[in-house]
């Protein structure tokens, strides 16, 4: 059984150790620190336990799944895995502190991978052991829900390496897209730009939040409205992906909604901070404007 390291045991990182697990993978959960890993396992836990009383997989799957995540609170015990996976806070210092520490460990055929949402994937490659067995892993929010992972490989990813992680990502039962490493790949080259202009329509009274959430939910088959969404991701993440595809692009058409950028600056971001667009302090979303 091959073993898969995650960085990060914060939302993606445990969605991604959960499935890997479900899937028949060891996976060793690394955080900066033991309780954050553990508290990361302990998440899966839950999740799992709420999949076993919907009738979804048998408790002998759970247990099975549960005992086959170590969570760690360093990644020096990564020497053995086959694919590291980086799911830590997006930020390119972080990220690259990351690869320097797991390079020390890193066996020799042992690929790195990435799941940035918006850096440049050749760029951080010069951060990583060797650039050849570097790629981009993208994940979607909620990992267990959501069927795609996309594949983005730097200007110096081998083929061999894009061949094993596309392996992986198909044992987990997910459909595979290939992007070149432009910004925003393809999901959020598409999606920011339509949350964006959510938050222009809004800034400039074009309808209420909840008619602009509710037209598109409806309108357009979505399963949640707009802005909805952009609070569900973070709309500070939002932001930095709208300003990757403007300043990558430097196209005006990316420019973010001054609307956007306000919510930012105010600390409101969205669901994990219980206030964006909407306000989660209560039992149900309370719209803010
Ligand atoms: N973890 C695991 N399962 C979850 C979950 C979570 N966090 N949230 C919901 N689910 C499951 C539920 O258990 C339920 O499963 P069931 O059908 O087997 O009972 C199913 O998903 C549907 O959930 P709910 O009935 O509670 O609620 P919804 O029908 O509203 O679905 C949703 C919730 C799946 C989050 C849905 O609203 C959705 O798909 N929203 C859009 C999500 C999306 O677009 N994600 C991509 C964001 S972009 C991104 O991640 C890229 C990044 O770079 C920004």
């Known amino acids: 059984m091959q073993t898969i390291g995650v960085i990060g045991a914060g939302q993606m990182g445990a969605g991604i150790a959960q499935v890997s697990a479900q899937a028949g993978f060891r996976v060793i959960l690394a955080d900066v620190a033991l309780d954050r890993a553990e ?9 799992l336990a709420r999949l076993v009383e919907k009738e979804k997989i048998a408790e002998d799957d759970r247990d099975a799944a549960l005992a086959s995540i170590e969570p760690v609170g360093s990644v020096a015990a990564m020497g053995d895995c ?28 042992a690929i790195l991978a990435s799941n940035t949402s918006s850096i440049p994937i050749t760029r951080l490659a010069q951060a990583a052991p060797d650039p050849a067995r570097f790629m981009g892993v993208h994940f979607f929010n909620p990992v267990p829900v959501m069927g795609l992972i996309e594949l983005i490989r ?3 990813t081998a083929d061999a390496t894009v061949a094993a992680v596309e392996d992986y990502a198909k044992a987990l039962g997910k459909q595979v897209v290939r992007a070149n490493d432009a910004p925003g790949f393809i999901v959020n080259r598409v999606l920011m730009p339509m949350l964006n ?42 932001l ?12 005006p058409k990316f420019r973010p909604a001054p609307l956007l950028v306000k919510y930012v600056e105010a600390g409101w971001f969205g669901r994990k901070a219980k206030r964006g667009f909407y306000d989660y302090s209560g039992a149900v979303p309370v719209p803010t404007r």
């Open 39 to 47: 508290a990361g396992k302990a998440g899966i836990a839950k999740a």
């Open 82 to 109: 086959a694919l590291v996976i980086e799911a830590a806070t997006e930020r390119e210092a972080i990220k690259r502190a990351i690869f320097a520490d797991v390079g020390k460990v890193l066996g020799a055929d």
């Open 154 to 156: 730097g200007l110096a």
């Open 197 to 238: 202009e959510a938050c222009f329509a809004l800034g400039e009274g074009v309808a209420t939040m909840q008619d602009i959430d509710l037209a598109c939910q409806l309108g357009l088959n979505h399963p949640m409205g707009p802005l909805t969404l952009a609070d569900f991701i973070g709309l500070d993440t939002c």
């Open 240 to 251: 930095e992906i709208t300003r990757v595809l403007f300043e990558g692009t430097g196209d």
